[in-house]
């Protein structure tokens, strides 16, 4: 009796001090909802506007990740292989988002010195040929975050630029990661000059071009991560590259199935565990998809697509939560506009992936923990939920939302969500949502 009575107790003192929060300035002009339940006591604790259709931006993933790791399971693989027949090679992917130079060269390093190959073979039968999800945004090009799809990505799509400041007056160093002639860069920025405007660093995507400029007053280092224009084309120049350095000669690049006659000579298999762990840590938006297309594929057949997909996520909605409405999602990483979901939907995802302990031992460790790590490391600090918040976050233009999992002071479990919509200012969103988990865990 002591026990549900101090139960009682904490819950009316939550909800006091979440009203009090609602009552906050910074919503007197957009929107809140807020949806609070005790996993330990399995019970609700507080809920406001909980049913209201919002924007989850990256909140997204969550769904995305709970979906994936219960029809694809944790010893999953995202693979690529490299096949040969007679004088050919064919590289299959499988829109394996964190493969890297590392891997590139181990690639290269399976065919021998001196190999003459006829016709190296991209192989982009594993997902359809649109490069970008519905409603993305067409002004985020040219950026990292927005790489085009592809079944062949090498570093997620993009190339990292990092700009460092030399003498005033000079042009800054620069230095590209991965490096490759498939793109030039153009440094017509100076150091310390005060007549310039700010520094940018952009790939001239209006032209389709994968040409690097850089310009502007460089003050202080700075990187900046662009995607390639045609991912899969960035993959295969890099890939020739790295074969011509083994002392392979590479006569023609095409694109073309592999034939079933052809043997697989070298494979990288990713672990799904590596992909959700940049999906959730660092809101990698390439590793959600990358999810997405492969819970397309559980249905059978080729050219997989991002509608599929999230036919998928519907039916695993329905079977899993009973969610009949409340949501609607037309990718796997939250940047489409259209998609929408309600405080009450993800709560639901929260609580299965709670009761269902193995994606639990997966997911709860890869989120981000407040002041300590990933997009939750700078947050928190100074209040009772530094280090007791693990939880994605989500920020789009106007959107701010955050959901996890936070430790109360009694050692319960909660789990929560938080979606600002109508946000002028994200920094005051954070600001605020900060001062709820701070609420749930005090």
């Not at 042009?171 to 440094?187: E, H, I, L, M, W």
């Amino acid at each position: 009796m002591f026990s549900l009575c101090l139960h009682l107790s904490v819950a009316q003192s939550l909800n006091g001090r979440l009203d009090a929060l609602l009552g906050d300035e910074f919503l007197h002009d957009s929107d809140a909802s807020v949806a609070v339940y005790d996993l330990t006591a399995d019970s609700l604790l507080y809920a406001h506007r909980e049913h209201k259709r919002c924007r989850p931006a990256s909140v997204a993933k969550v769904v995305t990740v709970a979906a994936a790791l219960t029809r694809l399971g944790s010893g999953y693989t995202l693979d690529t292989h490299l096949y040969s027949n007679e004088n050919n090679l064919y590289v299959k992917g499988t829109m394996d988002p964190l493969f890297d130079e590392e891997d590139m060269l181990s690639m290269a390093q399976s065919v021998p010195a001196g190999t003459v190959i006829d016709t190296l073979f991209a192989d982009c039968s594993f997902c359809d040929s649109l490069y970008w999800g519905p409603g993305w945004a067409w002004d985020d090009n040219p950026y990292g975050f927005q790489p085009y799809i592809s079944p062949l990505l090498l570093c997620g799509g993009a190339v990292g630029v990092t700009v460092t400041p030399t003498e005033k007056g000079a042009a800054p160093r620069y230095s590209c990661t991965p490096q490759s002639s498939f793109y030039t860069v153009v440094n017509e920025a100076q150091c310390s000059n005060k007549e310039l405007d700010k520094l940018t660093i952009l790939r001239d995507w209006l032209n389709d071009s994968n040409t690097i400029r850089i310009r502007g007053n460089c003050t202080r280092e700075t990187t900046e991560r662009l995607n390639m224009y045609k991912s899969a084309d960035f993959f295969m120049a890099v890939l020739v590259e790295k074969l011509t350095a083994q002392g392979v000669e590479v006569k023609n690049i095409a694109f073309g199935t592999v034939p079933d006659s052809a043997l697989c000579i070298h494979s990288t298999a990713r672990l799904i565990e590596d992909v959700v762990s940049e999906a959730l840590l660092e809101s990698d938006n390439i590793c959600a998809e990358a999810l997405l297309y492969h819970l397309a594929a559980t249905k059978g057949g080729s050219a997989f697509s991002m509608e599929q997909g999230c036919g998928v996520v519907d039916y695993f909605m329905q079977e899993n939560m009973g969610c009949n409405g409340g949501y609607s999602l037309y990718d796997g990483s939250g940047l489409s506009p259209y998609n929408h979901i309600s405080a009450t939907a993800v709560l639901s995802i929260l609580r299965y992936i709670y009761d269902n302990s193995d994606i639990y031992g997966v997911v709860y460790p890869r989120l981000p923990l407040s002041g300590v790590s990933g997009t939750m490391k700078h947050r928190t600090k100074g209040t009772a939920a530094y280090k007791k918040v693990r939880a994605k976050t989500g920020t789009v233009t106007g959107v701010c939302t955050l959901a996890g999992y936070a430790t109360a002071k009694d050692g319960h479990t909660l789990a929560f969500v938080l979606m600002n919509s109508g946000a002028e200012s994200a920094r005051k969103a954070r600001e605020w949502q900060d001062k709820v988990c701070d609420a749930l865990c005090r």
